[in-house]
């Protein structure tokens, strides 16, 4: 990708971001390292880092039903065939009135990542090495 127009970065980094863990959801934001969140990953087996992946609304365009369960079984059975460890997660607007599911994978080689993530048709990923902040990682 050559250059992000700035509405569109500051919608992804501008996020809420969140992963589903034993006690409940925990959010995370691009830009803050949270040692709290990093511990509970580890609990899930994460050691080094973990990325957050959707595959709705490829290309930033709305093409997707949020309610499309297929679109999301999609992406879980891609996940599992390449047996990587994952967690259900979900980003969404401050306001609320836009919201994504997807996953938190843990421990994936981040070039395997982001070739999923361009196979899906998605224009950036969330990477966040444990103890470091989360950063967008444009395709």
Known sequence: MTEV???LHAAYAGARYAVQLDDGWREFRVGKADAT???ALR???CRQHWHYLTPFN???IAACPLGDGAVLDHCAARIRARD???LPAYSE???G???EPGF???DVAPLEVEACARDLGQLAIVHAALGAAPTLVWL
């Open 43 to 45: 609990r899930f087996g």
């Open 104 to 106: 938190v994978v843990l």
């Open 37 to 39: 969140l990093d511990n």
């Open 93 to 95: 607007n401050d306001d």
């Open 5 to 7: 127009p700035a509405a």
């Open 84 to 86: 990587w460890p994952h």
């Open 97 to 99: 009135d836009w919201h």
């Open 58 to 60: 490829p290309g930033s």
